[in-house]
């Protein structure tokens, strides 16, 4: 649970010297010995919590702590005394307004004390319940149970026992009987995450489980309870949540945007002297591997990697951001053990955790495309190469259109000669390396995906609350990545040269896993498939940079798993908020309709364009990858 000194924290975002409840802004209080009292918005609901004072471990009062409206107190008389007040006087104002209200209950179940560390038996698993017997109520407990019934946590599911409600009625129930339209809804919570014979201690993953678990179904029965007394509102049940940030939550937001922005993993790990690596490499006659040189760490991974973990993410106060957080927080901590280990043998292993192996059926669909989409089968209309500069000038007048339809669109496009050939984004930049060449006809749909895409969701990102939409949500890499290609196919700029490159570079991925050398990767490429000696060095540096990284199978991986995504039906819509992965977008809904996520500045031009719209309906007919690449595309 949150700790003393992040309650604290949390208590300076408002203290209200008078009661607001009513009015849309927030009301926090604290109480006399202890206690507080949060009412996030008008709602037509309350959650109470009364807790033995000492008890550090108490779920119960975690569990109310985070409920958008919450009066939390020990069981102490002062307490006592602070909390009865408060709640006559929020009664009061209830009954002025004669709607319909529901006070939920929450208290720990007894700690089974004839068990100690050595018993084979577990703490029993199980929830109480009780309701008044009016129908909302009763609806409310029948949808509590149900969604209680389905969780499952250590391989275990619970018991959920209904007992009388007049026997669980709190000390206070009568106070609550003074109230004309009130209903009562009690649960008693589990002991599963004590850790036995340690007083205070709790098993962290079955603590953070279950009040996940616990409060996501509090919150699905007061949802129901305000669909049967609200007729037409049937909002999703996470609508209710909290429509606030406590400065806690935007505090742990800051460190882990701080720590992310302390350093550029793509930029620490890509070699700054490809172009003489490729010249050493002709000059050896393809015979040996390159050397390359990178530049120097600009952070030190095991001093961020404590400071990462001296964030306290449990303290926001919401289960969902705490699942953001925890995420990041788990894929910096994997960033930065790559940087521990570059140019070593550990850092293909250590990029292999964070994205993955390719996958039987993505390398049959490499292998597809490369014996499919034969080299120079359908040559590009323009194949006139254009230097760095052309591109910086095109670049350019793309981010002045969207500056000028979108005020305070912030973007750059520059010229660098520390990268390899090629573009890259990071953050709101487009880095253009001074050896670019890049094919006329290809200039567009390159484009597109950098800034079309990368640099739009990072301008929409950085507006938003969290920071961290902007740097990234947790493996939010594979989805940009396959939007950016996306972008190519959308313009019908995703050439038979592009997408052979891109199913190449899951060849080679899967080839240094299984132990292939640089130089058999590119001997593969160049004599099996028919890539040029320089095309096929820069897939292959790309890949065995820093030691191996196996970020490059995303790219295809990506583009497969969007027009999955578009097939389906969904809409992209949620995809511009800011650099997300797939498993986000329902968060992004939750956090919209919570009122935490601000409308995107920007959607990528792209989108409007009639190609555009014909390619989107080709995707939606069911056509696969292998068709929608090989196929004309409509005129």
């Not at 918005?41 to 008890?55: A, G, I, K, T």
């Not at 254009?386 to 591109?391: E, L, Q, R, S």
């Not at 132990?515 to 498939?529: K, S």
């Amino acid at each position: 649970m949150a700790d003393a000194t992040a309650l604290k924290k949390n208590e300076k975002m408002a203290i209200a010297p008078d009661m607001r409840f009513g009015s849309e802004a927030a009301w926090l209080h604290t109480l006399p010995d202890g206690g507080r009292v949060y009412i996030d918005r008008p709602l037509p609901f309350l959650v109470l919590n009364r807790h033995e004072p000492d008890d550090v471990s108490s779920l119960a009062r975690r569990v109310a702590t985070i409920c958008p409206s919450n009066v939390v107190w020990p069981a102490r008389e002062e307490a006592d005394r602070g909390a009865m007040e408060t709640l006559r006087r929020l009664m009061a104002r209830q009954r002025d307004k004669g709607q319909q209200f529901l006070m939920v209950t929450l208290y720990d179940l007894p700690f089974d004390d004839s068990l100690d560390e050595e018993s084979p038996r577990l703490e029993a698993f199980r929830y109480v319940v009780s309701a008044s017997a009016d129908e909302p109520a009763q609806a409310a407990v029948k949808c509590l149970s149900q969604a209680l019934g389905k969780v499952c946590i250590d391989m275990r599911s619970p018991k959920i026992q209904f007992v009388d409600h007049a026997a669980e009625e709190p000390e206070f129930a009568a106070l609550l009987d003074e109230v004309e339209g009130i209903s009562q809804l009690t649960l008693g919570l589990p002991q599963i995450h004590r850790v036995r014979g340690q007083e205070g201690r709790a098993y962290p993953q079955i603590r953070d489980a279950t009040e996940t678990a616990t409060f996501d179904a509090v919150l699905q029965a007061c949802a129901s309870f305000v669909h049967a007394t609200t007729p037409g509102d049937q909002r999703h049940y996470r609508a209710y949540g909290r429509s606030r940030m406590v400065e806690a939550a935007l505090q742990i937001d800051r460190s882990l945007d701080r720590i992310s922005r302390s350093f550029d993993f793509l930029l620490s790990v890509s070699p700054i002297n490809t172009t003489q690596a490729y010249e050493q490499f002709v000059g050896d006659k393809f015979a040996n591997p390159p050397k390359f040189q990178y530049r120097p760490l600009t952070v030190g991974p095991e001093q961020t990697k404590r400071a990462l973990y001296e964030i306290d993410v449990h303290a926001a106060e919401d289960p969902v951001l705490e699942e953001l957080f925890n995420e990041k927080r788990r894929e910096l901590d994997l960033q930065l053990l790559m940087l521990q280990n570059r140019n070593t043998p550990a850092f293909r292993y250590s990029s292999l955790l964070q994205y993955g192996p390719v996958e039987p059926m993505l390398l049959a669909q490499a292998h597809a495309i490369l014996e499919q989409v034969l080299p120079g089968s359908r040559p590009s209309s323009d194949c006139m190469r254009v230097d760095c500069h052309a591109v910086q000038s095109a670049a350019q007048k793309i981010i002045n259109e969207y500056q000028l339809k979108y005020p305070g669109f912030e973007a750059e496009a520059c010229l660098r000669e520390d990268i390899g050939m090629g573009l890259m984004v990071t953050g709101q930049s487009l880095l253009i390396s001074t050896a670019s060449r890049v094919p006329r006809g290809r200039l567009d749909a390159l484009l597109q995906h950098e800034i079309g895409v990368h640099v739009v969701t990072a301008v929409n990102g950085n507006r938003q609350p969290l920071g961290i939409f902007g740097a990234g949500l947790a493996n939010y890499e594979g989805l940009q990545e396959g939007l950016g290609v996306f972008a190519e196919f959308m313009v019908d700029g995703l050439s038979d040269a592009r997408i052979r490159l891109l199913a190449a570079r899951v060849l080679v991925v899967e080839a240094m896993l299984s132990g292939e050398g640089f130089v058999d990767c590119h001997q593969m490429l160049n004599d099996t498939y028919g890539f040029s000696e320089k095309g096929a060095f820069n897939i292959v540096a790309r890949i065995f940079r820093s030691g191996g990284l196996t970020k490059d199978a995303i790219y295809l991986r990506g583009l497969q798993q969007v027009f999955d995504y578009v097939a389906q039906g969904n809409e992209l819509a949620p995809l511009w908020f800011g650099k997300i992965a797939e498993h986000h977008v329902p968060i992004v809904h939750e956090l919209q309709e919570r009122g935490l996520l601000k409308t995107p500045l920007a959607t990528p031009e792209f989108m409007s364009r009639p190609i555009a719209v014909r390619q989107l309906a080709r995707i939606r007919d069911g056509a696969s990858l292998i068709q929608l690449i090989s196929e004309p595309s409509p005129c």
